[in-house]
């Protein structure tokens, strides 16, 4: 089955700064790369997500990268607010499987 | 709010017990995914079902099973419950199950602590 690392777990940065989250990916049939922001007490909320498609998606401060040949993917920030402090998730799906397989999560902690 | 409801929000309950946890999707939502979060496990898909129909299956035990009634809302029921159930489960939903985009919406969760 699909499975997904993610590094760093844990990433401190202050704030203006910018954040890089990387993931990595195992079954090259995956499809879909959503990233998902936790912040504490609530579910998980899909901030960004990118299909095999396409190779670059910006949203504002955000952007995603997609390499399909390394079958890596990583998610930018910039200009880093101490609101973007959460838990960060990856994930990756088979779209004929329809499941998400999800990284162990990066804690981004933004400093004033 | 995400519009995914979920009941109850804690939950403590001793081994060997049984739970239900409920969901109600988004509005016009027909899909319902069910994941379970731990410290050691991570954030893990249980199931998903469409419609009433169980689509897709994930590390979900036996000891667990899920149901999604004609008014689209769906429970979880956890039997024989071991300490090491004890975790945030989540429901989430979709518009539909053939959309290649799985614009997963999730709920905020239930913690279930066995003691």
């Known amino acids: 089955g699909e499975n997904v690392e993610q590094h760093p777990s844990t990433l401190s940065v202050q704030e203006g700064d910018s954040a890089v989250i990387k993931c990595t990916y195992s079954d090259s049939a995956s499809n879909y790369f959503p990233w998902y922001k936790q912040e504490l007490g609530k579910g998980p909320q899909l901030i960004i997500d990118?299909?095999?498609?396409?190779g670059e998606k910006k949203d504002q401060r955000i952007a995603v990268t997609l390499n399909k040949t390394a079958k890596h993917f990583s998610l930018h920030i910039t200009e880093t607010q101490p609101e973007d402090s959460a838990v960060y998730f990856c994930a990756a799906s088979i779209s004929a499987g329809n499941m998400l397989t999800f990284g162990g999560g990066t804690r981004l902690m933004v400093k004033p | 709010d995400s519009g995914v409801t979920q009941t109850p929000k804690h939950l403590i309950t001793a081994t060997g017990q049984r739970v239900t946890l409920r969901c109600s999707p988004r509005s016009g939502d027909l899909s319902v995914y069910w994941y379970q979060q731990s410290l050691d496990q991570g954030l893990q898909f249980l199931i998903q079902y469409y419609n009433g129909e169980e689509r897709a299956k994930g590390n979900i035990l036996e000891r667990f099973s899920a149901q999604q009634f004609p008014d689209l809302h769906s429970e979880l029921n956890l039997s024989s419950l071991e300490l090491g159930d004890s975790a945030l489960y989540f429901c989430a939903s979709s518009p539909n199950s053939l959309d290649s985009v799985l614009r997963n919406t999730f709920g905020s969760g239930t913690r279930l602590t066995v003691v």
């Open positions: 990118i299909r095999s498609n396409v």
